[in-house]
């Protein structure tokens, strides 16, 4: 079983930076994926990032160029860097690792103002 901790999210105008911070715990030796999710109001939750163990990473489209997922393997934490936020990035941003099994954080609340 892995736990999940989500931290650093906030309020923030547009074109601001926030950086989000998971970590992990339990049996973290099993974790090969680890990812952020974001769910906006009244729309399905969507991939936004996620590292492989190898360090591979993928972004979705709409993040490319302004979002950086990191990890630090000392630290059993993976990292969100968000900058030039926009407004449609409001949204619970949830940390997802795939290992024995799936474990999903609490969630941490992006609030992007005009």
């Known amino acids: 079983q892995v736990q999940l901790v989500e931290s650093g999210g906030g309020l923030v105008q547009a074109g601001g930076s926030l950086r989000l911070s998971c970590a992990a715990s339990?049996?973290?030796?099993?974790?090969?994926?680890m990812a952020w999710y974001r769910q906006a109001p009244g729309k399905q939750r969507e991939l936004v990032a996620r590292?492989?163990?190898?360090?591979?990473?993928n972004y979705a489209d709409s993040v490319k160029g302004r979002f950086t997922i990191s990890r630090d393997n000392a630290k059993n934490t993976v990292y969100l860097q968000m900058n030039s936020l926009k407004p449609e990035d409001t949204a619970v941003y949830y940390c997802?690792?795939?290992?024995?099994?799936?474990?999903w954080g609490q969630g941490t609340q992006v609030t992007v103002s005009s």
């Open positions: 339990g049996s973290i030796f099993s974790i090969n994926l």
């Open positions: 590292i492989l163990s190898s360090g591979i990473t």
């Open positions: 997802w690792a795939s290992g024995a099994s799936f474990s």
